[in-house]
């Protein structure tokens, strides 16, 4: 029930993450106790903020952006409650926060998500990810995209199937001039043996209509 993504006017990919947030016993100001659970963004929002608290204690040299990457890149997937089924990227952006797997991130991301916003048909636009090695995570990955989301004639491609944490490899978002219009939304996974890192995407097809319109000059 909270907004999902993507952010209004510039189009940024969001939301970041998921907490705990529905039916939660909690403390109240004033030293009180709650005498019946809360849901809403005012209960998820302590979760996180106590996951990059603790997060910062543990590893002092992190910056806010790695914080961030380690709780982003490796939430649990979110499903439609009673089903198998995941939520949207724009739902739950890197899924709900696992802070003893964030502990130990492997590689960080720069961005954490990915937004190509509105694009048109026939058109080819490429982003680059960037990884650090966050510690045991050196070894190849295997790079792929899990599509959640897609209108027909776009379709979103790593530039290699491989990478070693430190290295920035783009990935191209190519929409045929067939394309339809839709949302779009998605994971770039990194995976190597059981260990997968996520970065959620977002994009839109669109094919704006008033220039086909009649026209005359007044």
């Known amino acids: 029930f909270s907004s999902s993504g993507p952010t209004?006017?510039?189009?940024?990919m969001k939301p970041d993450v998921d907490a705990p947030g529905v039916d939660i016993l909690s403390s109240l100001p004033r030293n009180t106790w709650s005498a019946h659970d809360w849901s809403g963004t005012s209960m998820a929002t302590p979760h996180v903020a106590g996951a990059a608290a603790v997060l910062m204690q543990r590893h002092?040299?992190?910056?806010?952006?790695?914080?961030k990457s380690a709780l982003e890149s490796t939430g649990d997937p979110v499903h439609v409650a009673g089903t198998t089924t995941e939520v949207p990227s724009t739902r739950e952006g890197g899924g709900r926060i696992d802070l003893p797997r964030a502990d130990d991130p492997l590689v960080f991301?720069?961005?954490t998500g990915l937004s190509f916003g509105l694009v048109k048909p026939g058109t080819t636009t490429t982003q680059t990810l960037q990884t650090t090695d966050a510690g045991g995570g050196a070894d190849p990955w295997t790079v792929s995209v899990q599509t959640q989301l897609a209108p027909a004639g776009?379709?979103?491609?790593?530039?290699?199937?491989?990478l070693v944490a430190?290295?920035?490899?783009?990935?191209?978002?190519?929409?045929?001039?067939?394309?339809?219009q839709g949302e779009a939304?998605?994971?770039?996974l990194l995976t190597r043996g059981t260990d997968v890192r996520r970065v959620p995407y977002w994009f839109r097809v669109?094919?704006?209509?008033?220039a086909t319109e009649p026209g005359r000059m007044l």
């Open 185 to 188: 939304a998605g994971f770039v």
């Open 206 to 210: 669109e094919s704006p209509k008033l």
């Open 166 to 180: 430190g290295d920035a490899f783009a990935l191209t978002l190519t929409i045929a001039p067939t394309a339809v």
């Open 154 to 162: 776009a379709a979103l491609a790593p530039a290699a199937p491989t």
């Open 8 to 12: 209004p006017v510039s189009l940024q």
């Open 109 to 111: 991301t720069a961005p």
């Open 60 to 67: 002092p040299s992190w910056t806010v952006a790695e914080i």
